[in-house]
């Protein structure tokens, strides 16, 4: 059974750092693409970052462009998002997801994405 969980979201101050943690089962890294999306109420799920399924291909949205790094530890299951230099706006419900393909058209969308983790929450305090 495909699975994923996200883990590490706090409250951090503005200027700080976070790493979040995605565990997936069900699934290798040779079978998905893994992404991260963030929600905050009244907006539609936004993409932040994705890594390919295969040569490790990355894509981050404009916003966090020098600030966040993707990177994955496959003997782990485990994808991470590095957050540094966190802003107020970086508050949400941040979400991991695996699908085929990351590129910097479907890491923008989450239709392109076929399984969810349940979230974890970020809230950064300025």
């Known amino acids: 059974e495909v699975q994923l969980v996200e883990s590490g979201g706090v409250l951090v101050q503005a200027g700080g750092s976070l790493r979040l943690s995605c565990t997936f089962s069900g699934f290798t890294r040779d079978d998905y693409g893994i992404a991260w999306f963030r929600q905050v109420p009244g907006k539609e799920r936004e993409g932040v970052s994705c890594i390919s399924r295969t040569d490790n291909l990355t894509y981050l949205e404009d916003s966090v462009k020098g600030r966040f790094t993707i990177s994955s530890d496959n003997a782990k299951s485990t994808v991470y998002l590095q957050m540094n230099n966190l802003k107020p706006e970086d508050t949400a419900v941040y979400y991991c997801?695996?699908?085929?393909?990351?590129?910097?058209?479907?890491?923008?969308?989450?239709?392109?994405?076929?399984?969810w983790g349940q979230g974890t929450q970020v809230t950064v305090s300025s």
């Open positions: 997801a695996g699908g085929t393909f990351c590129t910097a058209y479907s890491g923008r969308s989450y239709i392109f994405w076929d399984y």
